[in-house]
């Protein structure tokens, strides 16, 4: 099996694709419960490392001032994109998106920007050698990439200590996620290896499969989804690796469905996979133990989606 997912990983995916600064004021307090409004979403972008050999342009999407939507938790509604609003008060947890080959953090909005909705602050790097624009694109630069994640946190945790930057006492940096998509969802198990650190409490799988070492260290409840017809990364490599998961575990399956159709909104599965990866996200990130109870019904639809767990009840 450990062979057959290295050859996917060399060969899978040519079709992979799609605050207030802290100057001197008392710290944002932090958010303690899961938001029950949604907000409205600011994004803003930066580059870690600018003058190193992999530098890394990162998308950032975070929650500005409510919009008064009511609890809309996972609206499927687009919310309203602020660029460059001020963060709203409270710390929130941080969700590390990694996009798959020939791809970007922006043809991932439809999700990403419904998460920051949600309560999460989301970074999307554009990794160096995989993304669309990159010139000397190389699949093969997936396994580098998960090195490049956890080079994103180190440079949060920073970002969040920074007097003077937007962002500075609003990021819940002890409270990280891991997600992404075809190769990042392999660049997303790729973060969950011996010795990282605790502050990663849990991951999120999109058509994707695990690379070699993953899923050591400390134990972090996973998320897989999976088309059952994907052509690009077949779904018995997600669920190898959703057999390989040491801790609680669900795997939500798409019946016919290919590579990630389901991640764009007006199409079957779209509003499943949203409400799942939202409850799991406030589960994990905001201890929200109605999220949790409630997936599974958000996550069922007869005929569009079929959920298999090993999740706390």
């Not at 929130?92 to 043809?107: D, T």
Request: charged share 15%.
């Amino acid at each position: 099996m450990q062979r057959l997912v290295a050859a996917l990983v060399t060969a899978l995916l040519a079709g992979c694709g799609s605050a207030t600064a802290a100057t001197g004021d008392p710290t944002p307090p932090v958010v303690e419960q899961a938001p029950q409004r949604a907000y409205a979403v600011g994004v803003r972008q930066f580059v870690v490392d600018p003058g190193s050999p992999r530098p890394l342009p990162v998308t950032v999407w975070y929650p500005v001032e409510p919009s008064g939507v009511p609890p809309a938790p996972a609206a499927a509604d687009a919310p309203v994109v602020r660029p460059g609003a001020p963060v709203a008060a409270g710390r929130f947890p941080v969700v590390i998106y990694s996009h798959g080959l020939r791809s970007l953090p922006e043809l991932h909005a439809p999700l990403t920007t419904r998460w920051a909705a949600a309560g999460f602050v989301v970074a999307a790097p554009a990794f160096p050698r995989t993304n669309l624009r990159a010139r000397d694109f190389t699949r093969a630069d997936v396994r580098n990439q998960p090195a490049d994640g956890w080079r994103l946190i180190r440079h949060l945790v920073r970002v969040d200590a920074r007097r003077g930057d937007p962002l500075a006492g609003h990021l819940a940096v002890d409270r990280i996620a891991a997600a992404g998509h075809s190769a990042g969802g392999f660049t997303t198990a790729g973060m969950f290896t011996s010795g990282h650190a605790a502050r990663l409490r849990a991951g999120i799988v999109l058509a994707g499969g695990g690379l070699a070492g993953s899923f050591a260290g400390p134990v972090a409840p996973l998320l897989f989804v999976h088309g059952s017809a994907d052509p690009v990364v077949p779904e018995s490599v997600g669920r190898a690796a959703y057999a390989r998961a040491p801790g609680p575990a669900a795997f939500l399956s798409l019946p016919g469905q290919g590579h990630g159709e389901y991640l764009t909104p007006g199409r079957p599965g779209f509003v499943q996979v949203l409400a799942a990866t939202t409850d799991f996200l406030r589960w994990t990130l905001y201890d929200d133990r109605a999220a949790l109870h409630r997936l599974p019904t958000d996550a069922h639809l007869p005929g569009v989606t079929t959920l298999t767990s090993r999740l706390p009840r």
